[in-house]
Nanobody
Framework: QVQLVESGGGLVQAGGSLRLSCAAS????????MGWHRQAPGKQRELVAS???????NYADSVKGRFTISRDNAKNTVYLQMNSLKPEDTAVYYC?????????WGQGTQVTVSS
C-alpha cells in the first residue's frame, strides 16, 4: 500500500509564502507524475501544478510566476513553493501521485490566506 503524507499548510497573510511537501511511502517501484490540486469551498477541485519524473512542468494560469513545483526523486517527495499568496489561493491542497501505474491522493492540507 502507498501513502501520501502532506505537510506545510497553514494561515498566512496576503503576500506571504508557504511551502507544501508531500512524501510518498510504502511499496513503491516507480513514481511518474506528481502534482498538487486544490479545492476551495463550493468549487471543483482544480490542478495547481504537476511535474513528471523527467522534470516536465505544468502550472495553472492563476499561479504561474508565483508558485514553483519541484521534486526529489530519491525521497519520493514533491514540493510546492507558494509566494505572493492571495486570498483566492485559500483552499484545501491535495497531493496526487502516479505510483506504479496507479493514482493516489493525499489527505489534504488547508491553506488560508487572509487579506
Amino acid at each position: 500500500q502507498v501513502q501520501l503524507v502532506e505537510s506545510g499548510g497553514g494561515l498566512v497573510q496576503a503576500g506571504g509564502s508557504l511551502r507544501l511537501s508531500c512524501a510518498a511511502s510504502g511499496s513503491i517501484f516507480s513514481i511518474n507524475a506528481m502534482g498538487w490540486h486544490r479545492q476551495a469551498p463550493g468549487k471543483q477541485r482544480e490542478l495547481v501544478a504537476s511535474i513528471t519524473r523527467g522534470g516536465s512542468l505544468n502550472y495553472a494560469d492563476s499561479v504561474k510566476g508565483r508558485f514553483t513545483i519541484s521534486r526529489d526523486n530519491a525521497k519520493n517527495t514533491v514540493y510546492l513553493q507558494m509566494n505572493s499568496l492571495k486570498p483566492e489561493d485559500t483552499a484545501v491542497y491535495y497531493c496526487r501521485s502516479f505510483v506504479d501505474g496507479r493514482q493516489y491522493w493525499g489527505q489534504g492540507t488547508q491553506v488560508t490566506v487572509s487579506s
